[in-house]
């Protein structure tokens, strides 16, 4: 399959490293849920899971035009495939914990204060529907930020 005329195999070996940087944070959060809840809500705060992914994204951009010698293109469609995986992987690791780890549903109800039925088939449906947002948005928020780390990289 190719991307603006690469292999995903081209790709493959820009963005190898940070997609697995992406999926063992999405799986130490997992593992870490399972075994204590307060300690994965401490962890993998939105803050810190926000610096990670800009970070993977940065480098992406970044090494594409640095270490690889290709172009903003290749950068964007970079960032967008490994959003697309890491998206759609972590969706999936969200479906599991939704199933598998019982206080992420009572942290929601007692944030929304509402009935507990109600909360959580909302919950299931969401995490479903993440099996598409989830993958889309992270390609959208890839490309962009390994745009931006790409232009920072050419300036430089």
């Known amino acids: 399959m190719k991307f603006a005329q690469k292999e995903f195999k ?22 870490i849920s399972i075994a204590s809840f307060s300690l994965y809500a401490t962890i993998f705060s939105p ?7 800009i970070a993977v994204f940065g480098f992406i951009g970044w090494s594409t035009i640095k270490d690889h010698k290709e172009t903003i293109k290749i950068a964007a469609w970079s960032g ?21 780890v019982p206080e992420v549903i009572q942290a929601a109800i007692a944030q929304a204060g509402a009935n507990a039925a109600a909360v959580e088939s909302f919950m299931a449906i969401g995490i479903f529907i993440g099996l598409i947002t989830g993958p889309l948005i992270s390609a959208i928020i890839g490309a962009i930020i390994a745009v931006i780390a790409a232009l920072i990289a050419k300036k430089i």
């Open 10 to 31: 081209d790709y493959w070996k820009i963005i190898k490293i940070p997609t697995y940087i992406l999926i063992a944070w999405s799986i130490l959060g997992f593992l």
């Open 47 to 53: 803050i810190a899971s926000w610096i990670l992914t």
């Open 80 to 100: 967008a495939l490994t959003g697309i995986i890491s998206g759609f992987i972590g969706a999936i690791i969200g479906i599991f914990m939704f199933y598998l």
